[in-house]
């Protein structure tokens, strides 16, 4: 069973003032939401602009369907918990679902960012607060089926690669969010609080955050610093947004009864977890919301272009709010904090955007690699963070020579090739290296040739090599002769 990260620290919420935004947040509740501000959600616009309609999944605790901000907006809901998928035991999922798709132009209550959001609405997690594997991946694959563009996960389990006794990883969770990535969804995951690891701080993201193809968000407090309780990871953590005393819609079961809150179904009416509401669950949510918006101006964008986007136009944290941080990216908050404008902004330059790789997800061997196919050259593209290895599978026949060919834009590292039963490419010390003789990577140019003792399927795997902001692009040919 998989904790969800829940909320198990708090701080006291500072007084918010008015958002600074592009066109008036006009809800009777903005002065709550001060981190729209920060995150520059709508100072892109000087009006509200007529953007796509985009379906933005939670997977979580379900949602209050009665919720005057959250009623219309959801436009599909299913549980694989039992029970109603609109009735919220924790009140988690309707937290997070206010924050994406709260109604913003109906008077009342708070707006959510992305005013374009349709809600798909996957409830994975039991009521003493759980979700089983099985739900979150059959979640997974239902808001995928159901045309999510985007998949909010703010939940996880403890990654260890150090101790595999702890170590949560799961293939099944993995060959659902690549389903999903295949099918055009922008997977975006919290990287977990330190209460719900062995330690805090943590240094290494909880899954489904430290997975190929997923936004892994940390938290950041009011005044931009780290909070102790974010986990660290110094690849898997892609973005910081606010996660300290964040404010949203909460289930009416949940308000507490004191004066003021009989129909203020709001967090600052709820228990204490939820008036000081922090943790990197509540920050992921706005990188989703960030996610829908880009959609909505560009549908055609792919997620690995809407990442980049988001990724490489974030702010950067330096020490003068973060002591721990660096010039550039660093395990503390990725590439920085979330920046809505300046991301729409790198979209008016589309010829920028990196080219979608048609042969992704194709991150291992066994099922996840890409059947090469017919010797022919095939074009494709690497991420040191989100995307490091691309395999292709193969087939050779007993004495059949195999020549493989690779030129990039920039030196990317070194092609390898792996015997047939390999399932995973993360030894290095098991390749074929001695039946295959290698040219030196020069010019970022690499040879590969390889005679086959046996008959079977290999896997040809290509890596990059060292940390780089660009996306390099390269050529791979692939020829195949007998020799009699």
């Known amino acids: 069973m998989r904790g969800v990260a829940a909320l198990l620290l708090a701080v006291a919420a500072l007084a ?13 509740l903005a002065g709550n939401e001060w981190y729209l501000g920060q995150d520059e959600a709508w100072s892109f616009w000087p009006t509200v602009p007529k953007l796509a309609p985009v379906r933005v999944a939670v997977i979580d605790s379900g949602i209050d369907g009665s919720h005057p901000d959250l009623r219309g907006r959801v436009v599909a809901a299913k549980s694989f918990v039992g029970g109603s998928p609109f009735h919220d035991e924790q009140g988690h999922g309707t937290f997070v ?54 998949i909010n996960l703010s939940l996880g389990g403890v990654r260890d690669p150090l101790s595999p006794q702890l170590d949560t990883y799961s293939p099944l969770e993995q060959a659902a969010v690549e389903y999903a990535y295949a099918k055009g969804a922008v997977v975006v995951a919290a990287v977990g609080n330190g209460p719900q690891s062995p330690a805090t701080p943590w240094g290494f993201a909880h899954y489904p955050a430290a997975l190929p193809h997923v936004i892994g968000v940390s938290a950041l407090r009011r005044d931009g610093s780290v909070p102790v309780y974010s986990n660290r990871d110094a690849v898997y953590n892609d973005l910081a947004a606010p996660g300290d005393g964040i404010f949203s819609t909460i289930p009416s079961n949940l308000v507490v009864r004191r004066a003021g809150c009989a129909e203020h179904p709001y967090s600052d009416c709820g228990s204490f977890e939820f008036r000081d509401a922090i943790g990197t669950s509540f920050a992921a949510p706005q990188v989703s919301a960030a996610a829908a918006l880009l959609l909505g101006v560009d549908p055609s964008l792919t997620p690995d272009q809407v990442s980049w986007l988001l990724e490489r136009s974030a702010t950067d944290i330096t020490s003068e709010t973060c002591r721990a941080c660096i010039a550039g990216r660093d395990s503390l908050t990725g590439w920085g904090r979330l920046n809505v404008a300046a991301a729409l902004q790198a979209l008016r330059h589309k010829s920028e955007l990196p080219q979608p790789d048609a042969y992704e997800p194709n991150d291992d061997a066994g099922a996840q690699a890409h059947p090469f196919g017919e010797p022919r050259t095939i074009t494709a593209t690497l ?7 691309d395999v292709y599978s193969i087939k050779l026949r007993a004495g059949e020579i195999l020549s493989a060919r690779l030129s990039s834009s920039l030196p990317i590292g070194r092609m390898q090739l792996w015997a047939p039963g390999t399932t995973n490419v993360g030894d290095q010390r098991a390749t074929l290296a001695d039946g295959a003789r290698r040219t030196p990577a020069v010019a970022a140019r690499e040879r590969l040739d390889f005679r086959a003792r046996a008959a079977g399927t290999y896997y040809l795997a290509v890596r990059v090599g060292k940390p780089t902001r660009e996306r390099p692009v390269y050529n791979l040919t692939v020829a195949k002769r007998l020799v009699t």
Do not use: H, Q
């Open 16 to 28: 918010a003032p008015a958002v600074a935004l592009g066109f008036d947040n006009t809800e009777p």
């Open 97 to 150: 679902a206010g924050e994406i798709g709260a109604n913003p132009f109906n008077g009342i209550g708070m707006a959510g960012i992305a005013f374009n959001a349709r809600l798909l609405i996957a409830k994975v997690v039991g009521p003493d607060g759980t979700v089983s594997l099985p739900a979150e991946v059959a979640g997974i694959r239902w808001a995928a089926d159901n045309g999510a563009r985007v």
């Open 383 to 389: 991420d040191y963070w989100d995307d490091p290895t």
